[in-house]
């Protein structure tokens, strides 16, 4: 299994990005998604998670600013980030919750994707 994350950058404060993570391999199926984010210096926090079904959970400081989505068909989650601050710069990790092709439940990390906002 592997998670492919894309859609880092360098943003000035204000603006927007979108992150994507594409999981493939020998998933059966994924329940939950999510990306977290981890500032140098700082432990790993939720960002925001959504379910198989589109139920969506995100941390207080992002509400209203993010937003996440998800193609199960394409097994791929998406955060569109508008309205950047400085204190949002992380390295912004994905995760997925699901069962394998062996009928095994996993939780699996990719490799991150770096946003960086400043002007």
């Known amino acids: 299994v592997q998670l492919q994350a894309s859609g880092g950058g360098w943003v000035q404060p204000g603006g927007s990005l979108r992150l994507s993570c594409a999981a493939s391999?020998?998933?059966?199926?994924?329940?939950?998604m999510g990306w977290y984010r981890q500032a140098p210096g700082k432990q790993r926090e939720l960002v925001a998670t959504?379910?198989?079904?589109?139920?969506?959970n995100y941390a207080d400081s992002v509400k209203g600013r993010f937003t996440i989505s998800r193609d199960n068909a394409k097994n791929t989650v998406y955060l569109q980030v508008n309205s950047l601050k400085p204190e949002d710069t992380a390295n912004y990790y994905c995760?997925?919750?699901?069962?394998?092709?062996?009928?095994?439940?996993?939780?699996?990390w990719g490799q991150g994707t770096l946003v960086t906002v400043s002007s």
């Open positions: 391999g020998n998933i059966m199926i994924i329940f939950a």
């Open positions: 959504i379910t198989r079904g589109g139920s969506t």
């Open positions: 995760n997925t919750d699901h069962l394998s092709a062996l009928g095994v439940r996993q939780d699996y």
